[in-house]
């Protein structure tokens, strides 16, 4: 590996091998989502306790400050809405010269394994790895299921993230599922969880983050069920100390409910 990709790896992935990506790019499909509607409010007090941001171009723009920031993965697929036709049918919006104006770690981008636009996020993807590989910039694939949330099983997950690996991601996000080491075998780069929609309880997110890692992956990249909590600042302290600090979903609980006082 290069220098310059082992140094964006390593911005991304801390020394621990582990790593807490905190997403806000939600609104380049779904508009302004519920506590979302003023993204560089919602962050500031997150920042501190996460590795990076997910974000698009233009919410880095408008919202983050790049004098205090944190590691960027610029969220690089779109061109689809929740009203549109369908969600898959996504294109590159960005081009490789605003990644590396921007700054970024590294950039992020949705596949969309078994839809009508199979293909053509998979050919996004290979060539997006084909020109960010030149300049050591590591390419995120995210496993994505547009609104079918009941395709979220081992045997898809699996398959998907191992053909975003074949097709040179460095690092996979997925979804949490039940035997979610089934996954992680059969993918050779590293893979970390999405959130999805928000849990009903602390409690249930602390158990699956806790899972997930237990059966071999680095990280989250978490947003609703932080952001969208009444108690964000607890909550993302508690996640981080499951991911960085070993806690166990009780542990973890406990320390949430000791921060929302
Ligand atoms: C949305 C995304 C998000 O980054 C991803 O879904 C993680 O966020 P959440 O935890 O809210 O599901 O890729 O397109």
Not at 12 to 33: A, M
Not at 34 to 44: A, D, F, Q, R
Not at 79 to 89: H, R, T
Not at 109 to 125: A, H, K, M, P, Q
Request: charge should be neutral.
């Amino acid at each position: 590996m290069d220098w310059g990709m082992k140094n964006r790896m390593s911005q991304l992935i801390q020394p621990d091998g582990r790593c807490f990506f905190l997403p806000i790019d939600h609104g380049y499909f779904q508009g302004p989502t519920s506590c979302l509607e003023k993204p560089g409010e919602t962050i500031k007090p997150l920042l501190p306790y996460c590795d990076a941001i997910f974000v698009t171009r233009g919410v880095l723009r408008s919202a983050v400050d790049p004098q205090n920031s944190k590691p960027i993965i610029l969220r690089v697929s779109g061109g689809a809405s929740v009203i549109g036709k369908d969600l898959a049918n996504e294109s590159i919006t960005t081009s490789i010269e605003e990644i590396i104006r921007l700054n970024a770690s590294a950039v992020g981008i949705s596949i969309f394994v078994g839809s009508d636009y199979e293909r053509e996020s998979l050919t996004n993807l290979s060539g997006l790895v084909n020109q960010c590989e030149d300049y050591g910039i590591p390419v995120m694939a995210v496993t994505a299921v547009g609104k079918e949330l009941e395709k979220r099983d081992a045997r898809y997950l699996g398959l998907s993230c191992r053909i975003a690996a074949e097709l040179g991601a460095r690092v996979v996000k997925t979804y949490w599922c039940q035997d979610f080491d089934r996954v992680v075998c059969g993918c050779p780069v590293p893979v970390v969880m999405a959130g999805g929609p928000k849990c009903e309880t602390e409690l249930e997110v602390m158990e699956f983050v806790y899972d997930g890692i237990q059966r071999g992956a680095i990280g989250v990249n978490l947003g609703r069920n932080i952001w969208q909590n009444p108690h964000p600042v607890a909550m993302i302290r508690a996640l981080r100390a499951v991911i960085h600090e070993n806690y166990t979903p009780k542990d973890a609980y406990d320390l949430f409910n000791s921060l929302k006082k």
